[in-house]
């Protein structure tokens, strides 16, 4: 019987804290209405005002693109200058 006892306080502690955790929850929604609520009555004009402005996106020239991929062609070229070649390192193993 002790089994039994023990499982009912269980669960009506958890029960206790679900409920309470829901009160919270409804709380927080309330606040949110009141808030959308606020935000409805104000004018349109100043809700635009308060919507900040998108940024142009920019956009690059040929020109700029070509000196992009050069200096990374020139970049890997590099590497691979700097990289021991396949026969040297099968020469030396």
Do not use: C
Not at 56 to 75: G, L, N, V, W
Request: avoid cysteine.
């Amino acid at each position: 019987m002790e089994t039994i006892n023990l499982d009912t306080e269980l669960l009506q502690a958890a029960l206790a804290g679900y409920e309470r955790q829901v009160q919270e929850i409804q709380a927080r929604m309330n606040q949110i209405r009141t808030w959308l609520a606020q935000t409805l009555q104000e004018p349109v004009a100043a809700q635009v005002a308060v919507a900040p402005a998108q940024r142009k996106r920019r956009h690059m020239t040929a020109e700029t693109k070509a000196r992009i991929a050069a200096a990374q062609k020139a970049r890997w070229e590099k590497r691979k200058m700097a990289a021991p070649s396949l026969a040297a390192v099968s020469k030396v193993s």
